[in-house]
């Protein structure tokens, strides 16, 4: 007699779900400013998402403040500035639920206009992702409809005779 047997296997993939949102301090600094950019990632999937690296090309009118990239939130990361404007953060691999945050400054270098900074986290085994953040420049006016000048006279004697001379001075 023959004897036969179904088998049947169920196969799970545990995939990583990378998301990313990239924002900023302040929306609307004036120039000379330092406003803060953060990065905020979660591995919502079942996976370990491997290799992850941000990337993040600082545009023109923004100056990266030496020393100021945060990557404590995760252990082992790292902040590679060597090629500013880019910037590198090697993040390693993520597990499964974890998250976390990486920040740094830097310098409003134009007077006016809006800046569009946009970042990109990227993982071996999960699609890119990319976000932007978005500042508008308040220039200061000075008020010139209203200008206005005071003058102090000062003079060198309270009584002057004839044919003294007064001096003031202005």
Not at 10 to 24: D, E, G
Not at 81 to 91: A, F, G, K, W, Y
Not at 118 to 127: L, P, Q, S, V
Not at 130 to 150: C, G, H, R, V, W
């Amino acid at each position: 007699d023959l004897i036969t047997q179904d088998f049947s296997y169920i196969i799970t993939q545990s995939n990583p779900n990378l998301t990313f949102n990239k924002s900023v301090n302040d929306t609307a600094p004036e120039p000379n400013e330092t406003v803060t950019f953060n990065l905020d990632f979660d591995n919502t999937g079942q996976g370990e998402a491997t290799n992850v690296v941000i990337t993040d090309a600082l545009p023109t009118g923004l100056s990266f403040v030496d020393g100021s990239c945060d990557t404590s939130s995760i252990s082992g990361a790292t902040c590679d500035t060597s090629n500013l404007p880019d910037i590198t953060i090697n993040l390693g691999d993520i597990d499964a639920g974890s998250s976390g945050r990486i920040s740094f400054d830097t310098i409003v270098s134009v007077n006016s206009g809006t800046i569009v900074n946009t970042a990109e986290i990227n993982a071996d085994n999960n699609d890119s992702i990319s976000d932007t953040a978005s500042i508008n420049i308040n220039q200061t006016q000075n008020n010139l409809d209203d200008p206005s000048i005071s003058i102090a006279v000062n003079q060198d004697s309270a009584i002057v005779g004839i044919p003294e001379n007064l001096i003031y001075t202005v």
